[in-house]
């Protein structure tokens, strides 16, 4: 072989192994029982804890589910959301404003001490909010599914990056199929993801520039059923900063597909589940799970749960695990 033909073909594998690397959708090394033989009952544990929680609070599952999401985002599935602020570390992801609002902190550090308690220094943070969060859906009679293990957790935390990576309420489709696909999530995974929305409750000032200002003439959303505008007006404020309004109403702890009938009635709380309609793949996809009650939703669901859980995660040898979650060791 030439010289330069051995240095392109060097070049060729460097770069194939530089996109395998740079790959936000490649498995990188998680799988299922993956604590099989080092912490067989770690998942028991983390539901029984989930569970105990839940039946006394039930309103944590919403926040224990969006943890997760804002974990993923923001320098993948490694448990950055969960530190602490500290004097080396005083605006970790926590501060950051779209965060204010997350809950269930003491879920996580519970669950990671009952873990602790049987089989030390095992199992990371990062897959604990994976399986708690799982286990939250479920807790709200929506589906099941296996959530691939192995995740080792980050050591840096930084808020400004929460801003930059988590979508605001006001996205609009292009800027919410961008900032997927940057997490290598597909269309339909921001599609199926969105539904996640079909529990909990979000404060009116994140969508009540719709109701009062839109495009500050003192007008309202045009995309926004105007019989569902005079509900949230009941209930919200202008400028209203404290109230909490279910986002699908009369069933916001049950996860279900109503999500999608909402939505295809334009009764979708924020800009960005109206903006599910203005592009022909995720509106077919509202459209279909609005009139067939969900037929393949939940299915969907834990299949667009596990590809976000693969973001951007630590394995091997690659960061830690976490003797407290609010720490870094
Ligand atoms: C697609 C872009 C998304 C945007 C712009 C968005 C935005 C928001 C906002 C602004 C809130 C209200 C927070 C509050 O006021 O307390 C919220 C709540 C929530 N989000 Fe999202 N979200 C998105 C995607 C997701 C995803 C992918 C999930 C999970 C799969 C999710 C799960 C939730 C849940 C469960 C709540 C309710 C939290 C509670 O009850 O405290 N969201 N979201
Ligand atoms: C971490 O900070 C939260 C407030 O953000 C506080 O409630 C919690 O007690 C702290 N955790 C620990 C272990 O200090
Ligand atoms: C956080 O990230 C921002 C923007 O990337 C950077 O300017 C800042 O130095 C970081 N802060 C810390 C404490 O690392
Ligand atoms: C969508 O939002 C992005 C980011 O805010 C903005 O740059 C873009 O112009 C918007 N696109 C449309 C079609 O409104
Ligand atoms: C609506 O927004 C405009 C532009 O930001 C502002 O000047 C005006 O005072 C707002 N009106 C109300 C009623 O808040
Ligand atoms: C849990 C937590 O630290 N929440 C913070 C999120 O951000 C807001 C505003 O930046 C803070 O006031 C909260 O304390």
Redesign the pocket.
């Known amino acids: 072989m030439s010289t330069l033909k051995l240095f392109s073909s060097l070049l060729l594998l460097q770069l194939g192994a530089s996109l395998f690397l740079l790959d936000p959708t490649s498995a990188q090394g998680l799988k299922v029982g993956f604590y099989e033989k080092t912490c067989p009952s770690v998942e028991a544990i983390v539901k029984q804890t989930t569970d105990s929680f839940l039946s006394r609070a039930p309103s944590l599952a919403a926040p224990l589910l969006r943890m997760h999401f804002h974990d993923c985002f923001v320098r993948g599935c490694d448990g950055s959301v969960l530190l602490n602020s500290s004097s080396a570390?005083p605006?970790p992801e926590k501060t950051a404003f779209p965060n204010q609002s997350l809950r269930g902190f003491q879920v996580i550090d519970a669950a990671k001490s009952a873990v602790e308690k049987t089989c030390p220094g095992v199992v990371s943070c990062a897959d604990i909010i994976a399986l708690v969060a799982r286990d939250a859906v479920s807790f709200d009679k929506g589906p099941f599914w296996e959530v691939p293990t192995g995740r080792r957790d980050g050591r840096?935390s930084?808020?400004?990056?929460a801003l930059?990576f988590l979508p605001p309420p006001t996205a609009n489709i292009s800027d919410l199929k961008s900032r997927f696909s940057a997490k290598g999530l597909s269309v339909k995974d921001l599609v199926v993801l969105s539904a996640g929305h079909t529990i909990g409750t979000s404060h009116c000032f994140n969508f009540n520039n719709r109701l009062y200002n839109f495009t500050g003439k003192g007008d309202t959303d045009p995309s926004l059923d105007p019989n569902y505008i005079a509900k949230l007006k009941n209930k919200c404020r202008s400028g209203d900063t404290t109230t909490l309004v279910e986002m699908d109403p009369g069933s916001f702890r049950t996860f279900d597909s109503d999500y999608y009938t909402l939505v295809s009635k334009r009764r979708g709380l924020f800009q960005s589940d109206a903006a599910l309609l203005t592009d022909s793949e995720t509106k077919a996809y509202v459209n279909l799970q609005a009139s067939t009650h969900g037929s393949t939703f939940f299915k969907d669901f834990g299949v667009s749960m596990v590809n976000m859980g693969n973001i951007g995660v630590l394995t091997g040898a690659a960061g830690e695990i976490r003797k407290h979650c609010a720490f870094i060791n």
């Open positions: 570390n605006q840096v930084n808020s400004s990056e930059q």
